[in-house]
């Protein structure tokens, strides 16, 4: 599997490391069930997912990258910074 | 036998080797299967359950039959196949499976025991009861699984594995990769053509027929020279493209040595035997060809029966005729050509023997329609076979049968992705799914064209189309001229009769196998092949897989289409293990990472121990110390009592700077450190996300907007990925950033009552309890190096980490030593380091090992009140605060047995030992010289309310069991005033 860093280019997924869905992260005072809903109850498609990888072994970016899980077609992707999943400003 | 001036060898050349000890002459350009037949030699082996004699087959990488061992000692190669293993002076071959020689086996007669030996076999035999798996059954079957044998010996010879990247991977050098390399390679797109033949040419190399008028080995002579004249091609002959995977990756293996003697190809030039490559390809043409079929009659897989295209081979390209009077059984056209250029030689073809009714004539030899071979005979060769036809059954005498069922594409590699080929009635074959791997273009044989003229122009498509895939435009170029005779089939799996049809011939599988699979319920194709085992042998049945499943569709009543192809999966040939581990061997390509102390240390007596990537001093062994223990307890005495130095340059140390440095520790941290004063440095623990705990460390503020954090050994690269995380996802908004120095700074502990006065006379500022009280931090000059001063403490000990840039790490680490040596110092290592943290209760990985939480711990009170951070929400999650949980206390032995063992679990002392009496673990011990006695520190139920209680501590493993008592986690100086003095 080859995986396209919008920073470094096509490299092999050896240099990567899969974190899981790529989520928006909830807030921190969220409570337990929104934490345990974010970390534990996620949907497991059979289709197309957004997925966190950090290309440790390259430029050390996190990606969103989406992929189907069923055929790992590489749909798309982008650096996780810009992907909007970031805890909502002002909050600690 | 050898026809004098025939084929592409050469006549004049001589190559000696040997085969089951006995010494025979073959030709330069020869395969050890086409000098052995060259030489008349025909029984090469012994099938897998049976022990019957086997010969060669096939002319190629499918081969079943003829494998064999060369080598010697550790470097000894089993199934290896003799239709690849090209020969060379010297040659050593041994036959496998058979014993004391390949002519008089012993297991032979499993052959009469076959009636027992049918489908399921192993599966109605091996049954309950259980224990008599490992004694009996385990050993039996693995005495009789596999081939060839390894040594046992680990195998010292080179094996490489590499990286390649192209715009085109050509997968075949026949008629249609040729032609599609040729394609792309005028187009100047950079080509790679890999083939699995020593040889490129495929099957133009085996046949009697021109293109452009010219042979048509010339005509692929005249392509290669011109591929090779371009910078863009690369030509990879002996290689096996094996998988087919996501995004245009494709592994091959690529036999580098094999055709060389041993002392030519490692010793003087280098070269690996195999290399393991993975090949980045924006597309691919597949033209690998297509493999012939047996046909199933009784007796069929005695030595001399062959492929019909295997035997054109033999004699087209090797000059070999396999027999005197050769005899030739097919269901179709192509098959005839075998008897004709066998005629053009002057070789007796007895009859060509066609099951169809309108088999076409011929003037050269006589052809035998509407009839069928029924059976043959011949203890080790071949001797006559029976023809069945509407006149009946007669027997023909003849040392050689060239069978055909026809040709099945190889599509193995569409396959890999998931894609199942699909049935073609017109050529009786599975043709490849289109569009079954994004990327690759099939052509030729492979996609079911089995014409030279149709083969060329296919492959010139398929680049044309490949090429248009990546945005180049190229015109099909023009065509030569070549036959384009059609491809006339009748499908004929299995000659009706009694006795034993075999279908695998490298697992013993038979027809009869097949059909009892079908009457026994395994209908589904992969539930036949695994409780018959077809298919499941070193070739993978690829030259009997389709037979297999047409014999099951006609037991179960369905058509073929239905019925269905079992998954193939890489690898398409058997790859070895070493080939695809290269590098990983020994140390390999593993890095060292040593400190800038190694080479003091090792002055020092230094004794080294792994962490990691790591080398670190274990102990430094003094004169008269004989053991690791007596140099622990001396160095633990030592800090104790005097100073010592250790090298803890492995913590991971991460710059952070920016002006929401602050924010970010806050966040990743569950203590604030947003209050953190400048000059001072703070312990601080990361949770997960899940809220238990990631890791423990300190950071200093440096400055206003300068922190520097250190993590431990072990989880280093963890939290530089988990802060990355933070500032890249979660808050992207924050004005940080942060890098790894672990590298750049080298820094040592100085830790003891006189560590002060060590520091102070070595540094130009005033070291004291002003200006560095405890968890202080700063700038320093030592020697005229800018360095940095941290006031912590990992032994308990009043003690300071000094760092510099690692260029002045060894001079640092021996002055450092040179200094403590008058106050009775010295350095230390990781064993003593590892007896003064437990002594104090410190926590590593050991302790925090995933399962646990800050409550574990007995750190609740770090996890701040006043802030969340990252992991807060679940650790407080019901339950991750019970009482009960397993949580951190203290051991110290009592009873007669004065031992603690790390591992060891806990239990209440009336309790008997299981599971569900389990109250903890171990998780560190050590010898305290300073109390005198072990100490260990624990994961127990409930355990700090369990203080005083005594508790059996049981080490199955190491044979303890034993009491001890529940004690504080600190061992030694509970309220810290040595730290702080
Ligand atoms: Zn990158």
């Not at chain 1, 990567?16 to 109850?41: C, I, N, Q």
């Not at chain 1, 290309?55 to 996780?80: F, I, P, Q, S």
């Not at chain 2, 005495?637 to 100073?643: E, I």
């Not at chain 2, 064993?831 to 943290?837: D, F």
Request: charged share 20%; proline share 5%.
């Amino acid at each position: 599997m080859r995986i396209t860093c919008p920073l470094c280019g096509a490299r092999d997924r050896r240099e990567f490391t899969y974190k899981g869905a790529a989520l928006p992260v909830p807030a921190l005072e969220a409570g337990v069930a929104e934490w345990d809903a974010h970390v534990h109850l996620r949907d497991n498609p059979a289709g197309p997912l957004e997925e966190l990888w950090q290309h440790d072994m390259g430029c050390g970016a996190w990606l969103k990258v989406t992929r189907n899980t069923a055929t790992h077609e590489m749909l798309g992707v982008a650096l996780a910074q810009d992907a909007g999943l970031a805890i909502k400003e002002g909050q600690p | 036998m050898r026809i004098s001036g025939k084929g592409l060898v050469s006549h004049n050349r001589t190559v000696n080797f040997s085969f089951n000890g006995k010494d025979y002459m073959g030709l330069e350009g020869d395969t050890l299967a086409s000098a052995l037949l060259a030489n008349d030699v025909h029984l090469v082996g012994r099938s897998f359950k049976y022990h019957r004699p086997r010969g060669i087959l096939t002319a190629g990488s499918e081969e079943p039959n003829a494998l064999v061992s060369t080598g010697k000692g550790a470097a000894r190669d089993p199934n290896i196949r003799a239709t690849q293993q090209e020969l060379f002076e010297g040659l050593a071959a041994q036959s496998q499976n058979c014993w004391p020689s390949v002519e008089r086996d012993v297991m032979a007669v499993n052959d009469l025991a076959a009636p027992f030996l049918g489908a399921g076999f192993y599966y109605k035999t091996f049954m309950w009861p259980a224990p008599l798996w490992e004694k009996l059954y385990e050993p039996i079957i693995r005495r009789a699984a596999g081939l060839g044998a390894l040594s046992g010996a680990a195998n010292k010879d080179p094996y490489e594995k590499a990286f390649a990247f192209c715009d085109l991977l050509v997968i075949g050098s026949g008629p249609a990769g040729l032609m599609a390399a040729l394609t792309a390679g005028r187009a100047g797109t950079d080509v790679i053509l890999a083939e699995d033949d020593s040889r490129m040419g495929g099957r133009l190399l085996a046949e009697v027929e021109e293109i452009d008028g010219k042979p048509a080995h010339v005509w692929v002579a005249e392509g290669l020279a011109e591929l090779e004249a371009m910078d863009n091609v690369r030509l990879m002959p002996r290689t096996a493209v094996t998988g087919v995977y996501d995004q245009g990756t494709y592994s091959a293996l690529e036999r580098v040595s094999h055709h060389l003697p041993p002392s030519q190809s490692l010793k003087t030039a280098h070269r690996p035997r195999e290399c393991f490559w993975r090949v980045a390809a924006k597309a691919s043409v597949l033209a690998a060809g297509a493999i012939e079929r047996p046909i199933a009659f009784r007796n069929n897989d005695r030595p001399g029966i062959m492929m019909a295209g295997a035997v054109r081979a033999y004699l087209n390209r090797w000059g070999v005729a396999p027999g005197a009077r050769i005899t030739v059984f097919a269901n179709n056209d192509d098959a005839h050509r075998t008897a004709r250029d066998l005629v053009a030689e002057g070789v007796h073809v007895t009859a060509v023997i066609d099951s169809r009714h309108d088999a076409p004539d011929s003037g050269e030899f006589p052809v035998i329609k509407g009839a069928m071979i029924c059976d043959s005979a011949g203890r080790q060769r071949l001797e006559s076979v029976t023809i069945r036809s509407v006149n009946g059954e007669e027997k023909l005498q003849t040392d050689c049968l060239a069978v055909s069922g026809g040709w099945n594409p190889s599509v193995h590699l569409t396959c890999h992705m998931g894609a199942r080929p699909e049935w073609n009635r017109e050529l009786a074959a599975f043709l490849p799914k289109p569009d079954a791997v994004p990327g690759m273009v099939v052509a030729g044989a492979a996609n079911g064209v089995f014409s030279t003229h149709g083969a060329l122009q296919d492959g010139a498509q398929a680049a044309v189309t490949a090429l248009a895939g990546m945005g180049t435009s190229v015109d099909a170029p023009p065509l030569p001229v070549a036959s384009d005779a059609p491809y006339r089939i009748s499908p004929l799996w299995a000659v009706p009769g009694k006795g034993r049809a075999w279908l695998d011939f490298q697992n013993d599988v038979t027809v009869k196998d097949v059909a009892q699979a079908a009457r026994e319920n395994f209908r589904s194709v992969e539930h036949m092949k695994r409780y018959t085992t077809q298919g499941m042998a070193t070739d993978q049945g690829k030259n009997s897989n389709v037979a297999a499943l047409a014999v099951l569709a006609d037991a179960t009543g369905r058509s073929i289409a239905e019925t269905g192809v079992t998954t193939f999966r890489p690898p398409f040939v058997p790859t070895s293990i070493a080939a695809m581990g290269a590098g990983a061997e020994d140390q390999g390509f593993k890095p060292q990472r040593y400190l800038t102390s190694h080479k003091a240390s090792l002055q020092r007596g230094a004794a080294n121990i792994e962490v990691g990537l790591w080398y670190r001093a274990s102990y430094f062994a003094k004169d008269g110390e004989s053991t690791w223990r007596q140099s622990c307890d001396r160095e633990v005495t030592m800090v104790r009592k005097a100073v010592g130095v250790c090298d803890v340059s492995t913590l991971g140390k991460i710059d952070i700077q920016g002006p929401d440095a602050a924010q970010l520790l806050d966040l990743a941290y569950t203590n604030l450190f947003s209050t953190l004063k400048l000059g001072r440095v703070r312990y601080g623990l990361m949770l997960r996300e899940d809220g238990f705990v990631m890791d423990d460390g300190t950071t200093a503020r440096l400055g206003e907007n300068h922190y520097v954090m250190t993590t431990t050994t072990a989880a280093a690269g963890q939290v530089m990925a988990h802060l990355e995380y933070l500032t890249q996802v979660v808050r992207p908004d924050l004005d940080v950033r942060f890098t790894s120095v672990t590298d750049q700074w080298a820094q040592f502990s100085v830790a003891g009552p006189k560590a002060r006065d060590l520091i102070d006379a070595l540094v130009d500022e005033d070291v004291n309890g002003e200006t560095f009280p405890f968890m202080a931090c700063g700038a320093i000059t030592v020697s005229g190096v800018a360095g940095r001063l941290f006031r912590i403490s990992f032994s308990g000990e009043h003690a300071y980490e000094i760092a510099v840039p690692a260029r002045y790490g060894d001079a640092l680490y021996r002055l450092l030593l040179e200094r403590a040596d008058p106050f009775g110092g010295g350095p230390y290592g990781m064993e003593a380091l590892n007896v003064l943290r437990i002594e104090k209760g410190f926590i590593t990985h050991a302790e925090i090992n995933g399962t646990v939480t800050a409550f574990d711990l007995g750190m609740q009170g770090l996890v701040s009140k006043k802030k969340s951070c990252w992991g807060k929400a679940l650790s407080e999650r019901d339950g991750l605060m019970d009482d009960d949980r397993m949580r951190l206390v203290g051991l110290k032995p009592v009873g007669a047995m004065q031992v603690l063992s790390a591992g060891a679990h806990l239990f209440d002392p009336d309790a008997t030992v299981e599971r569900v009496n389990d109250l903890g673990y171990v998780t560190s011990v050590g010898f305290s010289p300073t109390l005198g006695h072990m100490i260990g520190l624990a994961m127990l139920s409930g355990g700090p309310d369990r203080m005083g209680d005594t508790i059996r501590l049981v080490d199955h493993t190491r044979g303890i069991d034993t009491l001890c008592e529940v004690v504080n986690p600190v061992f030694f100086d509970p309220e810290g005033g040595r730290v702080r003095g």
